[in-house]
């Protein structure tokens, strides 16, 4: 292979450091580091294990407590069980902890019940959205999404039922971190025997220190730094860009197992897809391993995994084997892998964004920060000197961006904004922002809401404004349930909520081809587009299948599926609550296509000549993606609406259903080029 890495410091580029001639030709297979402790004596050799008194000690005397520790130090898996331990569950409070990730929330919880020596969904749960493993009885460490514990306010507003609340994470700066630290503030004014503690990896922590500072309460709030040993990390940087990083990852990953010495192996990629293909282009190479190589198991590391493929991840890599994890950015911060000795960065991260004059929401690929880069680095660190593999050269790691802005800066806010407003938080000018949203993406929410009906001309929630906050969706779908009544079509419109919500609901079934499952696929193929073929899959599956079996012969995921039942029942309790009828459209489709507008009114595209689409707004370059039903074919009306949008190389749409353009007319916003070049 062709790659030449170099090393800043000890050469200079040209010299090939591909550090084969630095290991001694004995390959020593990866031992498990902590196999043979017990699990209290492994709970004792974390680094944050030697300040738990002081820990708790600053838990009684102080209101918010700042604490700052490396990855891996102990952080989400033990201070909760301190508090616990405590006594701070007492009578029936909870302690909470917060993940900004689905997948680090369960991961978490498993190791943590584990370590308590309880049944997952007892003493220690979690909760995220749809999914609820906890008893409202028994639980006493709960690990939920930050998005849940924010929408617990909405129906407990002093969130009286924990005792210690701990805001995970924090130097994510998810959108709903950030809400639930301005709400938390709030609550601990009125409610200041609630403990808060916020915790994250990184150093600049003086600025939540600030946040919870002020006249009013001048030493409430306190920083605990956990020291923790880092092993020194090597860094090496490719000499020239790739043009396709995922292939990169998989050859670096190859020639680690070949040439360096013992440790698992960590590649960063930005998502599934990615990872995908790049455990693929590995298991390619696998026949060709050299008998003396350890043998390499690759494995994958995202949110789409259920929870046994996730606990393969942590399992210690047997004598012989080594580990390649290939993973989205959740093993960066979220979680701690042991044995990790190779890092191998792609420099990539996907993002939220949004363009608040178009009012367009996607998920970008964009280079990741210097903050982000030097913590993946990190992870190779943690148990031994490692290295870390960056997969671009180093003048693009001068120009990263020093770490990327809080997602409140660069989201859509209508829903957040709606749930405020739910929340009595009239005057967003005084509530507390930690970083306030940029005015331009607040203005633009208010008034999408105005024009929906959801807030009224006095800035007030309007009653379905209301009901529409307490439903565990966007707004947009949201809205799209609540209109059903008008459009006749409930049962229909409730199933497609339901399974918009999950992902990768077609799959290529393990051994069959990808044209047959293609095959089995078009089976389900609506004309109108992918959500009402979305919604003959769920049909057929809820009559004929509900077997793993029945999923497999027509390439759809099992799990996936059943996640899709379970939300729409939760669903339709928001629906009866609402008394929203849960009518069937009885076949007419035109119906059900005119009450998808109603929620997607915001994403409207029009095809063009070259098979591309336009986006309604800010006339964008749209293509489709190669998994929709429209992928080769021109919608007969040459209009669509579509669920979310993806930039990567290009901008790719998902989930698009034919309309005509009259129907975007209706809703909310004028659309200047709606009437424009119908070609
Ligand atoms: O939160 P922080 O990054 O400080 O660390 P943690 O997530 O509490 O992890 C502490 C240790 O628990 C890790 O170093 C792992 O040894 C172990 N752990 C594990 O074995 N399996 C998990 N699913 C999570 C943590
Ligand atoms: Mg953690």
Known sequence: MSLKFWKPGTAGPGSNLDRATEVEGNLVPSAPLYSSLSIQSQRERLPIFKHRQKLLY????????????????????QLPQYLYEAGWAAEGSVIACTQPRRVAATSVATRVAAEVGTILGDEVGYTIRFEDVSSKERTRILYMTDGMLFRETLVDPLLSRYSAIMIDEAHERSVYTDLLLGVLKKIRRKRPSLRLIVSSATLDATAFLDYFTDSATPNDATIITLEGRMYP?????????????????????????????????????????EIERCLDELSEMLPTLPKNAPRLIPLALHAGLSTDEQLKVFEPAERGTRKVIVSTNIAEASVTIDGIKYVVDSGYVKIRTYNPTTALASLSTVPTSVASATQRAGRAGRTAPGVCYRLYPQAAFESLPYSTPPEITRVDMTTSILQLKSLGIDDLMKFEWVSSPPAEIVLRALEGLVAAGMIGEDGRLTPIGQQVAEC??????????????????????LTIAAMTAVQDVFVIPEGAQGALA?????????????????????????????????????????????????????????MQRFKLPLESCEGDARRLRRCLVSGYWRNGARWVADGTYRSVRGNKVLHVHPTSVLFTRKPRSGWVIFHEMEETKKTQIRILTEIEPDWLVDHGHKYDNAKKGTS
Request: net charge positive; proline share 3%; charged share 25%.
């Open 518 to 574: 293609e095959l089995e696929r078009r089976k389900f193929t609506a004309e109108e587009g992918d959500h009402l073929t979305l919604l003959n899959a769920y049909n057929a599956f809820t009559r004929y299948g509900r077997s793993s079996g029945w999923c497999k012969s027509h390439a759809l995921s099992f799990r996936a599926m059943s996640r899709a039942v379970s939300i729409r029942a939760q669903l339709k309790k928001y």
């Open 233 to 273: 990390v090597e860094v090496a940087y490719l000499q020239e860009p790739v043009p396709d990083y995922v292939r990169t990852a998989a050859e670096v990953s190859w020639n680690i197992n070949l040439r360096q010495g013992p440790g698992d192996i960590l590649v960063f990629l930005t998502g599934r897809d």
């Open 58 to 77: 600053c838990v009684e005397q102080f209101g918010v407590i700042i604490v700052v520790g490396q990855t891996g130090c102990g952080k989400t898996t």
């Open 472 to 493: 565990p969706v966007e707004v947009g779908i949201a809205r799209m349930l609540f209109n059903s009544k008008e459009h006749r079509c409930g049962e229909e419109i």
